[in-house]
């Protein structure tokens, strides 16, 4: 009997007409079900005094806000000390394995160690608490099982309480670590609020995302200046422009007078307008007879977002805007394919 050919695809061995194997939608609806009665087990039951507590232990901290954990609770760990950090709060993931092996040493008195384990047994944090203590730091356990040995070596506990795993064997921790996840994570946000932070506050510590600039970058941020811009004068000849119309990537020309006011726009579809209306009168006709003399413009020190709100407003959109000081003096121009550019 000959074997198969190479390129031969799975899809011959399930009949095309078949059921996916093993999952449907009633099985998915069942566990999103179960995992919502989970979590508001723990809404229901979590200690909202000591929760207040731990978090008023973080927000009183002066030193570093240091998260720690093993495995899965590790990422918890981790990821909640990165959202402190992008609300402007101290914090750090401290590797249990690492700090045993010199890390350490970064800790001082003035810090909080939070220990996440649900277990409350994880060697290597049982481990480290002896360590932390002779650092002179807080240390606060974060657990799901009553009585453990984590809790009772700590300076404080905060109970997380788990009714069960999702796992039908009660054993992968998916719950738990969700728990913990909400719990660090609305902390989070209650010290961001106690701490008054604003929106320009976060956006500065978000200067590459979307959020961020559209809160950080002004119009002169972005703007094209001095070679880059497309200017001539009203007396110019279109036709003596049209290199200038073209090369700068703008789509437009800036009409100036020469004090450098800006007086106009003439854009290449002015240009297109012109020559259907005109045909071959367009060689005689000046850039200034053609162009619009009450242009949208915008002043340096905008916001980059307002520019392109501007843009975009009625009666019809445009794909640029001069930009001017309050003497009308052109200094720039910001287009709608540079701001695109910069992530707006």
């Known amino acids: 009997m000959g074997s198969l050919p190479l390129n031969s695809s799975s899809e011959h061995l399930v009949p095309p007409d078949s059921p996916p194997l093993g999952i449907d939608e009633s099985t998915l609806l069942t566990l999103f079900k179960s995992q919502q009665n989970h979590l508001n087990f723990f809404f229901e039951n979590l200690s909202l005094p000591q929760a207040l507590s731990f978090a008023r232990i973080l927000l009183s901290a002066s030193g570093t806000i240091f998260l720690s954990g093993v495995g899965k609770s590790g990422f918890v760990a981790h990821k909640i000390s990165q959202t402190l950090v992008s609300l402007g709060i101290r914090s750090a993931f401290l590797s249990p394995v690492d700090a045993l092996h010199g890390d350490i040493g970064i800790l001082t008195p003035r810090d909080v160690v939070v220990l996440f384990s649900k277990s409350g047994t994880t060697d290597e944090l049982l481990r480290l608490v002896p360590c932390v203590r002779a650092k002179g730091s807080y240390l606060v356990s974060v657990t799901s099982v009553e009585g453990n040995?984590?809790?009772?070596?700590?300076?404080?506990?905060?109970?997380?309480?788990?009714?069960?795993?999702?796992?039908?064997?009660?054993?992968?921790?998916?719950?738990?670590?969700?728990?913990?996840?909400?719990?660090?994570?609305?902390?989070?946000?209650?010290?961001?609020?106690?701490?008054?932070?604003?929106?320009?506050?976060?956006?500065?510590?978000?200067?590459?995302?979307?959020?961020?600039?559209?809160?950080?970058?002004?119009?002169?941020?972005?703007?094209?200046?001095?070679?880059?811009?497309?200017?001539?004068?009203?007396?110019?000849?279109?036709?003596?422009?049209?290199?200038?119309?073209?090369?700068?990537?703008?789509?437009?020309?800036?009409?100036?007078?020469?004090?450098?006011?800006?007086?106009?726009?003439?854009?290449?579809?002015?240009?297109?307008?012109?020559?259907?209306?005109?045909?071959?009168?367009?060689?005689?006709?000046?850039?200034?007879?053609?162009?619009?003399?009450?242009?949208?413009?915008?002043?340096?020190?905008?916001?980059?977002?307002?520019?392109?709100?501007?843009?975009?407003?009625?009666?019809?959109?445009?794909?640029?805007?001069?930009?001017?000081?309050?003497?009308?003096?052109?200094?720039?121009?910001?287009?709608?394919?540079?701001?695109?550019?910069?992530?707006?």
């Open 149 to 344: 040995a984590l809790a009772s070596a700590c300076d404080m506990n905060v109970h997380l309480p788990v009714e069960r795993e999702l796992c039908p064997f009660d054993l992968a921790p998916v719950t738990s670590t969700a728990i913990q996840m909400v719990f660090g994570d609305t902390v989070a946000i209650a010290l961001m609020g106690a701490r008054n932070l604003t929106k320009e506050e976060y956006a500065a510590n978000h200067p590459a995302g979307r959020i961020g600039k559209s809160l950080i970058f002004k119009v002169k941020d972005v703007m094209k200046k001095q070679d880059e811009l497309p200017v001539c004068r009203e007396g110019d000849l279109i036709m003596d422009q049209l290199v200038e119309l073209t090369s700068k990537g703008c789509g437009c020309l800036l009409v100036i007078d020469e004090y450098h006011h800006l007086i106009g726009t003439f854009t290449d579809g002015d240009l297109r307008r012109t020559l259907k209306a005109s045909g071959e009168g367009i060689f005689k006709l000046t850039v200034g007879e053609m162009c619009n003399r009450k242009p949208r413009t915008i002043g340096p020190d905008a916001m980059a977002v307002e520019a392109m709100k501007k843009m975009e407003a009625p009666p019809s959109p445009v794909q640029f805007l001069p930009v001017t000081d309050h003497q009308n003096i052109l200094i720039g121009i910001v287009t709608l394919h540079g701001l695109v550019s910069a992530g707006l």
